[in-house]
Each structure stands twice: as C-alpha cells, then as structure tokens.
C-alpha cells in the first residue's frame, strides 16, 4: 500500500469522527453489493482511473479495483488508510475534498460512499469538475438504519433517536434524507435500487453500532459506553445472541455524468 505522506488542507474543518473506532469500523461496516459497481463500471466509457474519495478503510476502492486500471483512494483520517487492504492498483493517500495529485481530465468515475456529508460541497465539486474526464461520472451515496424485523428495529430507532440524538454530528441529517436536499451539479442519472445485505448474530450488531461516530461522541462526552448500558435490552429483543439474522439496508444514491 503507498500511503502519502503529504496532508492536503482543506477549507472546511475536518471532524475526526473515525480515527478512534478505525479498526471497528473496517471489521463491521457491511460490503457494498456487486451489482452497484457493475452499474457504475457500464456507465463509464473508459475504466482507467477512478477516484473514492473519503475512502474510509477502502472497502469501494477495493471493489473498484476490480474493474479499473488504477484506483486512487483519499481519507482526511490517517488512521482509517493504515487500515485500509492494501492493493497493487490502489493507491491511497491522506487529503478530503481535493486530490492534487489527480491530473486534468484524467479520472473516468468518482465515487463517494457514505461520506459526501462530511465534505465542504464546493470545493469538491470543482475538483470533480476539475479531474473528470469529459463523459466522467459521479457517484455518491449513503445508508441510514439498517433492517432486521419489526422487534429489533423498533429498539434500533429508540437507541438511535432517544439515546444518540444529540450525539450525531448535524451532518447526519444530510444522511437521513438519502442527499436529496444537496445540491448536485451534474447530468442527473435515475440510479437503480441498491441494498446491502449481511448475516449477523448478537455481537456482529453491537460492533456495527460501536463503529457509529455518535457512540463515539457519547463515550467522549459522557465517560461511559451506550452499547453497554443498554445491551440487556437490546438483546431481549434479539433472541439467542448466536442466532444468525438477516440483515438490509437501501443505499441512496446521486449519480450523474459531468456536463
């Protein structure tokens, strides 16, 4: 893995909201379903270089990776590149918004998964209408909550609203509204449906939640572990904890090409 050693700065404040859950969050966040990038990858007339922005511990530059010459992937977290998988097409470098390193007119897809919230829009924007190649595309998207059954996602919406509410950093609304409200200066695409889906038992579900920033926040602030508070209750309606559980949760997704 060839991690940059130069910091690109950005206008707007990074919020470190990951670094201290880095090796949580690349152990339980779900995988991206294939057929996503199998959409994006036909929409793109060349496959020789994509840009993931806001990478995280590079789970969509690894996918991309399959289908595209090079990859090069950026996160403002140092932490969460040093956890990412290494791969020889990949090339990940620490910066947010911008990628200076990026040529003119040099990259055929960008993608942004589940972290466009956190970037200030503008400058991104510009550097995606700097280093897109003239048929580009861009894709951004997110999750909210994810879905079991009635029962566990009754107390999933308590924990998250009366429990984390006011723990969640105000960008998190962005997410609750699927982007919708964001602006997005490109030729819009109707994107299909997309879900991710994984088979989880008791622990694999606390350890999704501990890798979430506002539970995160909450220790910071409070000096002691939500998850752990209310674990009795959240099991009670689980079941056997080594019991497997479907899991789903529907992506939302701007996709457009550059004009």
């Known amino acids: 893995m060839r991690l940059k050693a130069k910091f690109h700065k950005n206008?707007?404040?990074f919020k470190d909201n990951f670094s201290t859950q880095s090796t949580t969050y690349a152990t339980y966040r779900p995988l991206y379903p294939d057929n996503l990038f199998r959409y994006l990858v036909g929409e793109?007339?060349?496959h020789k270089l994509a840009w993931d922005a806001g990478?995280?511990?590079g789970q969509a530059a690894?996918?991309?990776?399959?289908?595209?010459?090079?990859?090069?992937?950026?996160?403002a977290s140092s932490a969460q590149i040093l956890n990412a998988v290494p791969q020889s097409n990949i090339s990940y470098a620490v910066a947010n918004e911008q990628a200076p390193e990026l040529k003119r007119r040099s990259v055929n897809l960008i993608t942004v998964a589940q972290a466009l919230h956190w970037f200030d829009l503008d400058v991104f924007y510009a550097?995606?209408?700097?280093?897109l190649t003239r048929y580009g595309l861009i894709a951004c998207w997110s999750y909210k909550l994810f879905r079991i059954n009635p029962e566990v996602d009754r107390e999933m919406d308590w924990f998250y609203s009366d429990i984390l509410g006011s723990y969640w950093d105000p960008e998190r609304r962005l997410?609750?509204?699927?982007?919708r409200t964001l602006s997005f200066p490109f030729r819009e695409l109707r994107a299909p449906h997309f879900e991710m889906k994984a088979s989880w038992n008791f622990d694999n579900m606390l350890g999704f939640l501990?890798?979430?920033?506002?539970?995160a926040h909450y220790k910071m602030r409070?000096?002691?572990?939500p998850i752990v508070e209310n674990e009795e209750r959240l099991k009670a309606v689980w079941g056997d904890p080594e019991v497997m559980k479907q899991v789903m949760w529907p992506l939302s997704m701007r996709v457009g090409h550059l004009h």
């Open 11 to 13: 206008p707007k404040a």
């Open 44 to 46: 793109c007339r060349d």
């Open 55 to 57: 990478t995280g511990n």
């Open 62 to 75: 690894q996918e991309l990776a399959l289908h595209f010459e090079k990859v090069y992937a950026t996160d």
């Open 127 to 131: 550097e995606a209408e700097r280093v």
């Open 175 to 179: 997410v609750d509204t699927g982007y």
């Open 210 to 215: 501990g890798s979430w920033s506002a539970v």
């Open 222 to 225: 409070e000096g002691h572990d």
